[in-house]
T-cell receptor
């Protein structure tokens, strides 16, 4: 099993709906998790971090962490065409305190 | 805001050339990283550094070396460029504390012909 796994998509969501992105992780990562957004041809941009079980909200974004089931989710409310991008789930590895392990990304498309 | 600056946005080099990719960050971050990103393969870690003059191999170090002589600068060196090193190269930095993510530079798209 990979340390961080995501469905590659594409995930197509109508404008205004909730987009739900999911990620599972193995025992080889620690308890710090991150969501990055990457537009085509651009570099990844950190949008959310979560360290504790439960939900963390920031504007239209909500990150959810469930340690018992080993999954992390990102919800995007009121999806906009500008949210169309690849979303990378990432987690800090145990083997090296500062190294982050990235999933392969889920491509999200918001259709008008 | 932290700025991570990569010296070139696009670069075209010939096979066998020695190539230098430069990365500078302006927020006194301890940690710096070099990744390459290829379609279908995601982000792959080449080398990283926790401190000046320190370096550690990532997942795909073959054909690359790095240099960190100053805290703010982390250079990636392709000793003898090959066509399979054509890729997007991304530099990132982070603070020493565990609970921070990375800040990425804008990337260098390298083409080796």
């Amino acid at each position: 099993q990979k340390e961080v796994e995501q469905n590659s998509g594409p995930l197509s969501v109508p404008e205004g709906a909730i987009a739900s992105l999911n990620c599972t992780y193995s025992d080889r990562v620690s308890q710090s998790f991150f969501w990055y957004r990457q537009y085509s041809g651009k570099s990844p941009e950190l949008i959310m971090s979560i360290y504790s079980n439960g939900d963390k909200e920031d504007g239209r974004f909500t990150a959810q962490l469930n340690k018992a089931s080993q999954y992390v989710s990102l919800l995007i409310r009121d999806s906009q065409p500008s949210d169309s991008a690849t979303y990378l789930c990432a987690a800090r590895g145990y083997s090296s305190a500062s190294k982050i392990i990235f999933g392969s990304g889920t491509r999200l498309s918001i259709r008008p | 805001d932290v700025k991570v600056t990569q010296s070139s946005r696009y670069l075209v080099k010939r096979t066998g050339e020695k190539v230098f990719l430069e990365c500078v960050q302006d927020m006194d971050h301890e940690n710096m990283f070099w990744y390459r990103q290829d379609p279908g393969l995601g982000l792959r870690l080449i080398y990283f550094s926790y401190d000046v003059k320190m370096k550690e191999k990532g997942d795909i170090p073959e054909g690359y070396s790095v240099s960190r002589e100053k805290k703010e600068r982390f250079s990636l060196i392709l000793e003898s460029a090959s066509t399979n090193q054509t890729s997007m190269y991304l530099c990132a930095s982070s603070q020493g504390a565990k609970d921070y993510g990375y800040t990425f530079g804008s990337g260098t798209r390298l083409t080796v012909v």
